[in-house]
Every structure is written in structure tokens, then in C-alpha cells.
């Protein structure tokens, strides 16, 4: 095989490393663009079964935000096996337990229910902020982009940039502001 | 007294040679012909129902991966069916799915005549009217 066929056969048969930073950004929705990076129905030489998926490593879960009253109202069930063993567990309640879950779970349920679920599922690495291992950091080779914009805090601009923007008006010193 | 219930078990062997279609069933379906020609019947009829439902899968298939490539390129598969049908470009998705794996300089060319298609020309009432006119709402 010559270089440049080889550089070909690479880029498209090599699987990526995609990182997806999901701080204020909403999980269903995330999920919705996760998915098929898991898949692999993202490549035009997608099939089920021929193991196309890439890894996502998804950061910040614990800044997920869902939409509206979703984290008062949504409910996760589980049922361990046992008699009277069902329980209902509410986000917020669930995100203070475990704040990989919630996304974990939407992931799960958004897959198809199939036997290569499970596999694919193993390759999505999930960290609550953004420490991760030397050995993930190393094999992430991409990034996803976001979905919803995320607004840089006032205070985290530098002070001479913030007092040299321009302005049109100024209240006078004496001014009160009441 | 001790009343004996008899049972009447299909136990005859196959009466004819092994065929392929029970060849790797599970116990009696295998051996004996009775039981196993109902399972028979039943995977001759799957296999005549599956012609129908290869050709949907197939196609399935194909739209996942024209739609993948539509999104590599940065448009929509709906919009490119759409400008295929305007342009009178006779493509089946066999064909496209085709192009976008093994020709993918020519499938980047629909893709552009794509987003040209959906450009706002300076005719067009869809988009934003010129500055400095003043319609109040009525164009």
C-alpha cells in the first residue's frame, strides 16, 4: 500500500476521540448529538455491526442543566430484583448521589436496544468536572462542538479590558444609583 | 390402582436426507419430521417475508449514510432530495450512498450546489429587506 493510501485507509478506519464539554448544556439534547458519534451512523461507512463507533469523553457533568422544572419533576426508576424493591428517584436527588448519572442514563436510553449497546456504552467515558486521566487525555484526538452558548462571566473578563471597552455615557461620580 | 397416562410423542426419524433448513436446529426439531416441519414452514415463510423487508433495510441503510455525509459537508439530506428534485438530478439513494463513500469529491459537489440552492438571492422576499427602506411591515 503506498503513503498516501495508507494516511487514507488511517483517517477513515481510525477510531476517533471526541470531547464533548456539557457545563449549562441540556442532556437530552446532548445526547441527541452524543449518540451517533457512538454509533458511528456520523461516517458515511456506517453499519450496525461493523463496529464504526468512536469514544466520547463527556466533562463537566456536573454543570448539566435541564430545561425548565425537569430537575423537580423528572423521575429515574429502578428496581433492584427484590420484592418491593422499585424506587423513584428525583433528578436533582440522583445528580447529588452520583452528578455522572443523569447523563449516563439519557445516553443509555437514547442508544438502540440492542446487544451492541452495552459496548458502545463502554466507550463513553463520563468525568463530573474537568480532571481527567493522563491516559484518556492522551487518545482524544477531537471536539465536539456545543450546543447551547455559554455566556463568559463578567468577572472572569480581565479589569483593563472591561475599563477600556468603550462607552457612548457615563453616569456622573456624584450619581446615585437607586 | 395405578392408572398410566399415555402420551402420543412424535418419535420418527427424518424421511428425507438432512436438508439445510433444520440442519442446525435444536433437539427433536432436528430428528424428527413432524415437529421439525412446522419449524420449517415457519423459516420458509420468514424467508419470503425478509425479500420485502431486506430491500427496506437496505434502504435505510443508504439514507444513514447520505445523511452522514450531508452533515460532514455542512448540509441536510432533506434540502439535497429537495435540490436533486428541483435540478431534475436522477440519483437513488443506492447512488448516492455510493458516491458519498467511494467519490466523495463528487458527493462535496452536490453538497454545494446544495447550499447555493438555499442562498437568499437579492430578488428573494424571504430574506432581510435592504437597510434604508422603510416598508412598515407591508412587504
Not at chain 1, 4 to 10: A, D, G, H, K
Not at chain 2, 16 to 34: D, M, V
Not at chain 2, 51 to 68: F, G, M, P, Q, Y
Not at chain 2, 130 to 138: A, C, E, I, S
Request: glycine share 6%.
Amino acid at each position: 500500500m503506498s503513503a498516501v493510501r495508507r494516511v487514507q485507509q488511517w483517517a477513515t478506519f481510525g477510531r476517533m476521540w471526541y470531547l464533548y464539554d456539557c457545563k449549562w448544556q441540556n442532556p437530552l439534547d446532548s445526547a441527541d448529538k452524543i449518540v451517533p458519534y457512538l454509533d458511528g451512523s456520523h461516517k458515511p461507512i456506517f453499519h450496525p455491526l461493523n463496529d464504526s463507533g468512536d469514544h466520547v469523553v463527556v466533562i463537566n457533568s456536573r454543570d448539566i442543566a435541564f430545561p425548565g422544572d425537569e430537575w423537580e419533576k423528572r423521575v429515574y426508576f429502578h428496581h433492584t430484583g427484590y420484592a418491593g424493591g422499585a424506587t423513584w428517584t428525583l433528578a436533582w436527588q440522583l445528580h447529588e448521589a452520583d452528578p455522572t448519572m443523569i447523563i449516563r442514563k439519557t445516553i443509555y436510553n437514547k442508544l438502540s436496544k440492542n446487544l451492541l449497546r452495552r459496548g458502545r456504552m463502554a466507550r463513553l467515558h463520563i468525568f463530573p468536572d474537568d480532571k481527567i486521566p493522563d491516559s484518556i487525555l492522551k487518545n482524544v484526538s477531537g471536539q465536539m462542538r456545543q450546543l447551547r452558548p455559554v455566556p463568559r462571566r463578567l468577572d472572569h473578563y480581565p479589569q483593563e479590558q472591561v475599563e477600556n471597552f468603550p462607552k457612548i455615557f457615563d453616569w456622573p461620580k456624584d450619581h446615585v444609583i437607586n | 390402582m395405578f392408572v398410566m397416562w399415555f402420551v402420543k410423542v412424535a418419535s420418527s426419524l427424518m424421511r428425507t436426507p438432512k436438508s439445510r433448513t433444520e440442519q442446525h436446529y435444536y433437539g427433536r426439531k432436528q430428528n424428527c419430521y413432524s415437529v421439525a416441519i412446522k419449524y420449517v414452514h415457519r423459516a420458509l415463510r420468514y424467508n419470503t417475508l425478509a425479500r420485502k423487508l431486506r430491500k427496506n433495510d437496505a434502504r435505510e441503510l443508504w439514507t444513514t449514510r447520505i445523511s452522514a455525509g450531508c452533515t460532514e459537508l455542512g448540509t441536510k439530506y432533506p434540502d439535497m432530495k429537495l435540490m436533486m428534485d428541483e435540478s431534475s438530478i436522477a440519483l437513488d439513494r443506492n447512488m448516492l450512498q455510493n458516491l458519498a463513500i467511494w467519490e466523495p469529491r463528487s458527493f462535496r459537489a452536490l453538497a454545494l450546489l446544495t447550499k447555493s440552492r438555499q442562498e437568499v438571492g437579492l430578488n428573494s422576499l424571504e430574506g432581510p429587506s435592504p437597510v434604508g427602506v422603510v416598508t412598515r411591515g407591508m412587504l
